[in-house]
């Protein structure tokens, strides 16, 4: 069973056949002048008109990536350069590493990491602050974050960046699909392999009044080489469908994640991050002591189970999660489980009938004292 | 005072050593654990939270290690 959406989810058959449709219908390149391209455009401008309608954009100011990753690093930088004589960035230190890279890699290093409390809250006082300071050029805070599911209070942030006329980039890549889209943002980026859409798409919204330049002499500014147009349907597609199901899929996820927060706050030796209340209904996370998190994974994925990490040794670079440092969590033995529209009641059932024991096992091999 | 030298060993092990140390010492003892994972200098302080005990502080030692301090309630 697959307890790892977080950044990516099953297709669902609806999103599977409007992907098939576009394959059909939306195979010629958009940007040229003859019937077959002006039918892919038209499915491209559809699109683009059902994710303006999601974020209360317009459909002209709404911009196509090939991956949300790439999507973040535009707006960016675009915003960045539209603020000239103003060099320095501000982002909440858990902050996706593609928001940190492209706002140290536009102003030379520039970054003032805004720090987050326990639930991982932003320091609106610390904003604030730094928000006197007249050289700041934009301020990244996310909607919610992907690893812990807390969410941000962007209204309260929004009304600090609006008073500073500073430009406030919300990344809602781990949001969009699952809550209602934040309604206070200069530019607002979504990813739609998150929301159960094909990977490969990222969306950016700007307001008319955000000012945005070109970096890259690329003549298409968003997207060098296009989107795909059947996976731009089919995304499309998808976010339509998780908004219609979105109050009862809230209702059931949110109870089902209360009821694993619950029972792993329980279990001896194990730490349940993020903010209980004010957080995705989707993502739950919690560490458990003297657990090494690699073979954590490795004994839930032979019990045919899938799970995310934010260890140390679980990552490509062997640095513990910056998400999980940032709110002082225990890094070791880390479990972040994604709940995609599709998981039952049983599946969470088995979970936690299995995960105790894994961790019970895993603690005895390592020689650990008793909790 | 008790040392406890986890250098070389990797998560979740240092803080297994220091917990081993800890058994059946008396309450106030302070305990340094030197380490060279950094995920450590993070996981220290959070077993003390979590334990009940008190993070006293965190020292950069010769070599690039940190000696990490807690005090056993």
Redesign the interface.
Known sequence: MFLDASGSAPLTKRTIEAFQAGLAEGWADPARLHTESRRSLALLDGARAAFADALGARPEHVHLAPSAHLALERVIAGINAARRGRDRILASAIERDATLHAARHMTAGNVTLLPVDSLGHVDLDRLADELCVPDVALAAVQHGNHEIGTLQRLEAIADLTAAARVPLVVDATATLGHVPAPARWDAVVGNAADWGGPAGLGIVALRPSTRWLPVWPEGDDWAPGGVSVPGTLAAAVALQERLETMATTDARLRAMVDRIRTAAASWP?V?VVGDPDERLPHIVTF?C?????EALLTSLDREGIAVGSG???TSSTL??SRV??SI??????NVRLGLHPGVTEAQATRFLEVMPRIVARLREQ????A? | MIQVDARGL????P??EL??A??GAAPGTELTVTCT???AR??V???A???GHTFVGEKETDGGAFALTVRLS
């Open positions: 030796g730490d560490s002591l003297y657990v090494d998190g260890s140390a040794c640095e513990p999980l440092a002082g969590a225990l890094s070791h033995g390592a020689g650990a004292p909790l | 990797l998560c979740p092990l803080v297994i917990a081993k800890a058994k994972d950094v995920a993070l996981d302080p959070a077993w939270r979590m334990t």
